[in-house]
T-cell receptor, first 115, second 116 residues
Framework: AQSVTQLGSHVSVSEGALVLLRCNYS??????LFWYVQYPNQGLQLLLK??????LVKGINGFEAEFKKSETSFHLTKPSAHMSDAAEYFC?????????????FGKGNQVVVIP | DTGVSQNPRHKITKRGQNVTFRCDPI?????LYWYRQTLGQGPEFLTY????????KSRLLSDRFSAERPKGSFSTLEIQRTEQGDSAMYLC??????????????FGPGTRLTVT
């Protein structure tokens, strides 16, 4: 079964500084990988996804992530944090060989942006 | 296209009562998923439908839980004899297909259940 690990439940970053959220996956097959963002009292919004094409994936709001098979990682970055980036971020994995496309999520990172 | 909607947004109930939640997916989406999210955790898969057929249920979905999707449109999730451990955010998602870009899941705002 697929799983992802996100370390550090709370991440503080200064406004204008680099945002780095780490995600490591476990999968017996080449996975599909996703990053979602959740604002308070809202559902999840897809930031970006990796589906076996380009390993460097660009998403919305200036975020990008790089798939590294050798490190089983899919870390999320943004060069310069903005106050509006304060939210909870989830990494998720699915098995493209399964028919259900269900997502397995990590525990999430609560990002706090310090002015 | 107004996205995935869920009702109610909040539900407070007493232990032992039955509750029902509704999810309206994006109109042309044939797949519908239910997830549960507890405090400090990521969402966990509960079940999914392809059109009106319920194709998979997680072991998290005890006998007190039942989900339906009549006519392949909206879906309901019912919890009977609620317990305090059922308190969570229940998220619904829908997708258009099973492969390629169309498999992307779009999430609703969720229904927050509090069992007292």
């Amino acid at each position: 079964a697929q799983s992802v690990t996100q370390l550090g439940s709370h991440v503080s970053v200064s406004e204008g500084a680099l945002v780095l959220l780490r995600c490591n996956y476990s999968s017996s097959v080449p996975p599909y990988l996703f990053w979602y963002v959740q604002y308070p009292n809202q559902g999840l919004q897809l930031l970006l996804k990796y589906t076996s094409a380009a390993t460097l994936v660009k998403g919305i709001n200036g975020f990008e992530a790089e798939f590294k098979k050798s490190e089983t990682s899919f870390h999320l970055t943004k060069p310069s944090a903005h106050m509006s980036d304060a939210a909870e971020y989830f990494c998720a994995v699915s098995d493209p060989e399964e028919g259900n496309n269900r997502l397995a999520f990590g525990k999430g990172n609560q990002v706090v942006v310090i002015p | 296209d107004t996205g995935v909607s869920q009702n109610p947004r909040h539900k407070i109930t007493k232990r032992g009562q039955n509750v029902t939640f509704r999810c309206d997916p994006i109109s042309e989406h044939n797949r519908l998923y239910w997830y549960r999210q507890t405090l400090g955790q990521g969402p966990e898969f509960l079940t999914y439908f392809q059109n009106e057929a319920q194709l998979e249920k997680s072991r998290l979905l005890s006998d007190r839980f039942s989900a339906e999707r009549p006519k392949g449109s909206f879906s309901t999730l019912e919890i009977q004899r609620t317990e305090q451990g059922d308190s969570a955010m229940y998220l619904c998602a829908s997708s258009l297909g099973t492969s390629g870009p169309s498999y992307e899941q779009y999430f609703g705002p969720g229904t927050r259940l509090t069992v007292t």
